[in-house]
């Protein structure tokens, strides 16, 4: 598996021609690899650009060196007894045993303070991620087959973006299309319009789809939510100052034939350059409700749909 930054500095992922060998690599991590350009190093979760990813991280990685600790505990046990007590050097089997109440007890009770070790911080961490309180930013998601719709709501209302799979991925990935993934930048990782979001902002993302179960991805934001026809989900992150850059994501459910080329990129800027960014928007393409208060016969809008912008 080989996964580089591109030259662009911004977290490109470039493919590089896998051996045989490397293929199954690709196989079992390259999913992950890709989709956490940024953070993954391709073996472990990645820590992640968010607070809820690094409290993910810290717990996956508690749960770890607990799994561990237990693993050399107990293959340790079993390795001394079969050795020091093995027939050659004269060991005989105790047939007598038949339960120890004390050994049950201590091995009822050890486990289930492990549990309880680790439940107590994985609960404080799912509440904190169900908290969507106090954001910034709210953005509307919708899950298609194939694509993903964006619609801005507070500062950014009336912004509509549509995302769909990059041109150059999408004719490499067509039957006999002569065109070698390997040579494709983030070849089915990238889109024609990222969703574009400030750092050191609450954002919150307002979930649902309009034809199948879709779930939206991103794995450096430790956030990932189904996409439910008829439902409205709910999704916070809030990316680090300093952490700008490209993100790039997947559908995570199995929504259909197409349910890998619809990716999910996401550019995170700066406030400022993300308020420069929704004046352009505004700006180069008027917003639904402000196209709506001028149409052809002149009769002008409701007042609160002009407000919104
Ligand atoms: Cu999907």
């Not at 079969?82 to 089997?93: D, I, N, T």
């Not at 004719?171 to 400030?198: E, K």
């Not at 307002?206 to 409205?232: E, N």
Request: net charge neutral; aromatic share 10%; hydrophobic share 45%.
């Amino acid at each position: 598996m080989r996964v580089t930054r591109g030259d662009d500095g911004r977290g490109a992922v470039r493919l590089r021609k896998p051996g045989p060998a490397a293929a199954l690599g690709w196989a079992a991590f390259g999913l992950a690899a890709q989709a956490g350009a940024n953070t993954s190093n391709g073996y472990n979760l990645p820590p992640g650009v968010t607070e809820i990813s690094r409290d993910i991280y810290g717990l996956h990685m508690e749960a770890f060196w607990i799994c561990v600790g237990i693993a050399v505990l107990v293959f340790g046990a079993m390795i001394y007894s079969l050795v020091k007590f093995r027939r050659s050097q004269g060991a005989v089997a105790d047939t007598t045993l038949s339960h120890s109440t004390q050994v049950e007890i201590v091995w009822t009770l050890i486990p289930a303070v492990i549990l309880v070790v680790m439940a107590i911080p994985a609960a404080k961490i799912i509440l904190k991620m169900e908290d969507t309180r106090n954001s910034e930013l709210s953005i509307r998601v919708t899950g298609y087959q194939w694509k993903w719709e964006y619609q801005y709501m507070d500062a950014a209302a009336g912004i509509d973006i549509f995302s769909t799979l990059a041109r150059d991925s999408n004719f490499a990935r067509q039957l006999h299309s002569g065109i070698d993934p390997y040579t494709v930048p983030n070849y089915l990782l990238n889109v024609d319009h990222p969703l574009v979001i400030p750092s050191g902002t609450k954002v919150r993302l307002l979930l649902t789809s309009q034809d199948v179960i879709h779930a939206w991805w991103v794995p450096d934001f430790g956030a990932k939510r189904s996409a439910v026809p008829g439902y409205v989900n709910e999704l916070w992150f809030t990316v680090d100052s300093g952490k700008e850059g490209i993100y790039r994501g997947q559908c995570a459910a199995l929504c259909g034939r197409d349910h890998g080329f619809m990716p999910i990129v996401v550019d995170v800027r700066t406030p400022d350059e993300f308020k420069k960014w929704v004046d352009e928007q505004k700006a180069v393409k008027p917003a639904p409700a402000a196209a709506a208060s001028q149409p052809a016969d002149g009769r002008t809008a409701l007042s609160g749909q002009a407000s919104a912008n």
